[in-house]
């Protein structure tokens, strides 16, 4: 992780340096204690490899923060308003921003960037009562200390934010990981709340591999000029599941064997290979040569089961909870074992980590409206989150974790997908009934924390300066008709396009709300790379300087 950006992706500023994480942590001497997740003063050296908790991102986001406040103080006065935008007017030329502190600021341009734009998740059961149920997760632990160690608590997701959560409420309350014959055990402190995990898909998430192996290499057939080609022999628009789709299939078969013989004969050698593929690519073989190794190999990977085999746990048949539990239980052990094997030593993980060497080939390809509308409904509503799923767990080590709790009996994740949510007025607890299994599971909790984010609201509903803006016709949505698209309008330069259909040139739109005109828009930047917010951001500073000096 670092936010110094290669010149790469800023190409109209100067070169910046400076340290990444793993440096800036290094340079603080900061150390990883003997429970491999607390940083303190005691305990080893921290290694590039480990995963550090994510409050050292936020310091680290915060002191970058400083660093450029104080550089940009060279030439530009900076004023912070530490106060909430809520409303705009406009004259020809201006804009007053109204703030909650009655503060009104004008301004000749507008940079959007609000970032998340969340909804309570049991608002879209019909809750609107905050009775012991913790809508937002941060900070940790604060948000966490009023649960106790006698009651049950259900968290709403699992991803990152979830698992943040669990951490906290087990090894954050003194609980203890010991390894017995290489297998994770919790020794429990006894200050551990009863803990009941659900998410709306109910499918499990694949942990991050151990990496190492040269995963980026030209590819063979997943391409800008592929993309290209595809717009000039069927449209403009793309149907992502008929056009896309194969082509990715086919990069991760590539991926697969090349990862295969770089393990077996030495990733030095496998540009051997990848000459092999291309030739065979350019004379029509490609096919047949991937067929031809597949047939040397016991196994046969299948991208699409990998990229399809969750897709839809309601339909499994799960006859109870407990089925679907050991279900959970046995895949995560699967992926954990090959995310410890890694990318060099694993061709399955190598081969999935084309859909994140390789994003940025897919957002060149969905961008934009460069999907049919039918595509992008289920792009934005289930590909997305596929691709989520499959590259942006948690670390393998989170994922034993998960599987000692399991087993210590402290941590459940047997509900199935989307819940039914009760609020019990009299008892004062929670129900909760599973849906999909033909022996229903019901549990009843003391406690709901959400760790998830629903990022689907309607702009109009918003009560920033966004809705504000919406409502005044500045803003519109890119696509008012769909159920899962709730992106700004936006024009390739990031204006935001009125109601009128007109982008206006003195605003700039960027991240999170424009999730769905333009695809994974959230992310933490990485070094020595192209990285598209950072360049998206430095070509929105050209542009104001250079309508500044017309």
């Known amino acids: 992780v670092s936010l110094f950006p290669d010149a790469v992706s800023v190409p109209g500023c100067p070169p910046t340096t400076g340290p990444s994480l793993y440096e800036w942590v290094r340079e603080r001497r900061l150390r990883l204690t003997e429970d491999g997740f607390t940083i303190g003063d005691t305990g080893r050296d921290i290694n590039y490899g480990d995963f550090l908790p994510r409050r050292l991102l936020g310091e680290y986001l915060l002191w970058f923060r400083e660093v450029i406040k104080k550089e940009a103080g060279l030439l530009f006065e900076i004023f912070e308003h530490k106060a909430k935008a809520t409303n705009i007017a406009k004259d020809a030329y201006r804009y007053a921003i109204q703030l909650s502190n009655s503060e009104v600021i004008i301004s000749d341009y507008l940079f959007i960037t609000v970032g998340q734009i969340s909804e309570p998740i049991l608002s879209s059961f019909g809750y609107k009562s905050k009775t012991k149920y913790i809508s937002q997760p941060y900070p940790l632990p604060e948000q966490l200390e009023t649960v106790k160690a006698e009651e049950r608590i259900a968290i709403c997701g699992l991803g990152l934010t979830a698992f943040d959560a669990i951490l906290t409420l087990t090894i954050g309350r003194g609980g203890k990981i010991v390894v017995k014959n290489g297998v994770e055990n919790y020794i429990p402190s006894g200050k551990e709340p009863q803990i009941v995990a659900f998410s709306r ?25 592929a993309i290209d080609g595809l717009r000039n022999k069927v449209g403009m628009k793309l149907d992502y599941d008929r056009d896309i789709l194969p082509l990715i299939f086919t990069e991760m078969r590539v991926a697969y064997h090349r990862a295969k013989y770089g393990r077996d004969y030495g990733w030095e050698k496998t540009q051997k290979l990848h000459t092999d593929f291309r030739y065979a690519f350019q004379t029509g073989n490609l096919e047949k040569l991937l067929n031809e190794l597949d047939s040397h190999d016991s196994f046969v990977f299948s991208p699409k089961d990998y990229y399809f085999e969750f897709y839809d746990t309601s ?34 993980k190598a081969a999935l980590e084309v859909l994140r060497e390789f994003r940025d080939i897919i957002r060149y390809a969905v961008d934009f409206g460069g999907l049919t509308n039918e595509s992008a409904e289920r792009f934005f509503s289930f590909h997305s989150e596929t691709l989520n799923r499959i590259g942006v767990g948690p670390q393998k080590e989170h994922t034993a974790i998960v599987l000692a709790l399991m087993k210590a009996g402290i941590l459940r994740i047997c509900l199935g997908p989307s819940p039914e949510i009760l609020w019990d007025n009299y008892l004062k607890y929670w129900k909760f009934s599973s849906k999909v299994f033909k022996l229903q599971q019901v549990i009843t909790v003391d406690w709901i924390y959400q760790g998830s984010i629903n990022r689907r609201q309607h702009i109009g509903e918003n009560s920033s300066i966004v809705g504000a803006m919406a409502h005044q016709g500045l803003l519109r949505r890119y696509y008012p008709e769909s159920a899962v698209n709730y992106a700004v309008d936006i024009d390739h330069n990031f204006h935001p396009i009125n109601q009128n259909g007109i982008a206006n040139e003195r605003i700039w739109v960027l991240g999170l709300l424009c999730e769905g005109a333009t695809f994974y828009n959230g992310y933490v930047t990485s070094p020595d790379k192209f990285v598209r917010s950072q360049f998206d951001a430095d070509c929105a500073v050209s542009s104001i300087f250079s309508q500044i000096m017309q």
Request: glycine share 6%.
């Open 201 to 225: 898909s109910g499918l499990p998430f694949f942990s991050r591999p151990s990496l190492g192996a040269p995963l980026k290499y030209e590819p063979i057939v997943f391409n800008q000029s």
């Open 315 to 348: 339909a499994m048949g799960f006859a109870d909870s407990t089925s679907y539990e050991n279900w959970i239980r046995r895949w995560l052990e699967n992926d954990l074992k090959e995310s410890r094997s890694g990318t060099p030593l694993s061709p399955i």
